[in-house]
């Protein structure tokens, strides 16, 4: 029995409450699952491939572990892209049969009312705005991409992989640089399909608190290249919590709608590609989840999972049905 399932049946015993007999899937929870850079794999494995939990953190254990092994010596990248390409593709055929599977579910019928994951990246000629990989139909879909292709796309940090070009040459890069929490593009995104629906809850997973951010006075080196600005604006780039106080304003009158777990101390010191330092991620986001806020936190959240009630449209912020969002950051 998975551990999670094991854990969770221990608590519904306890609660006096029926016991599972297989892990649930966020996707067949959620209408809409997005997520940007590794978030935005993660959305992936979640959403067009309906894994559940513990396997998703299985499949992105090992292919971090294939991908972050061998740094590059040269070239664009810390890392080699194809190595990337490769365990994406590996993880799809296990799952699909097939290395090349279309990002677009080939049965839309059966899979609209279930969930709709997207991963966001941005085209590298113009990164004012964000691009959004959908599994679904839309006037702006990638008619022609593979799960593969919009993987590397939102994961395609300039530092660590090399810009993927998709369709006529266009060339796509990490969605994070400015978009690291994509709680408000997923919003506008709800709003468009799902206008007149009512709306559950919206839950954000953070990927840890960043450090404080500051601009240090410049020695020698940095007046002729100023390398802490330059840090310090990749830090402002990829900074989450602004965009969080954001949306607590925006669900001030909702209570019960919004959600955001974020490991709170501990991972501000492990990079993306440190994947040795997993069991460290592990370790830190266990204690932020003993935290007795926390733990409310999450009470309330499952409650809104399983019984969701429909507040306000997502037109003004009905149909019978409540809405729910993922987003993995």
Request: glycine fraction near 8%; hydrophobic fraction near 40%.
């Amino acid at each position: 029995m998975h551990k999670l399932m094991f854990e969770e049946n221990e608590k519904r015993k306890k609660d006096g409450e029926e016991t599972l007999n297989v892990l649930p899937k966020p996707c067949d929870y959620f209408d809409l699952i997005g997520g940007t850079s590794t978030g935005g794999i993660i959305a992936l494995m979640l959403g067009r491939l309906r894994m559940d939990v513990e396997t998703a953190i299985k499949k992105y254990n090992d292919l971090a572990k294939k991908v972050f092994s061998t740094p590059k010596r040269w070239g664009d990248g810390a890392f080699k892209s194809t190595t990337l390409k490769e365990a994406m593709k590996s993880v799809v055929e296990t799952v699909t049969g097939d290395s090349e599977s279309p990002l677009i579910e080939s049965d839309q019928g059966g899979i609209c009312r279930t969930f709709i994951s997207f991963v966001c990246a941005k085209n590298a000629h113009d990164t004012g705005i964000p691009v959004l990989f959908r599994t679904y139909h839309s006037s702006e879909t990638h008619s022609n991409c593979k799960i593969w292709e919009a993987a590397r796309a939102t994961s395609a940090a300039p530092t660590i992989f090399k810009r993927i070009e998709i369709g006529r040459n266009q060339p796509f890069i990490d969605g994070g640089l400015g978009r690291n929490n994509p709680s408000q593009v997923v919003l506008k995104e709800a709003k468009a399909l799902f206008g007149a629906r009512s709306f559950g809850c919206l839950v954000s997973i953070g990927a840890g608190e960043a450090g404080v951010i500051e601009i240090k006075k410049p020695g020698l080196w940095q007046r002729i290249l100023p390398t802490d600005a330059i840090d310090a604006l990749k830090k402002i780039t990829a900074d989450c919590e602004s965009t969080h106080e954001d949306m607590l304003q925006h669900f001030s009158k909702l209570q019960t709608a919004y959600f955001r777990l974020n490991v709170e101390q501990g991972m501000q010191g492990v990079k993306l590609y440190e994947r040795e330092k997993l069991s460290n991620v592990e370790a830190h986001t266990m204690q932020y989840m003993r935290k007795t806020k926390v733990a409310k936190k999450l009470d309330l959240l499952v409650s809104a999972i399983r019984a969701p009630r429909g507040q306000l449209t997502l037109e003004q912020f009905s149909m019978e049905e409540s809405l729910l969002i993922f987003i993995i950051i």
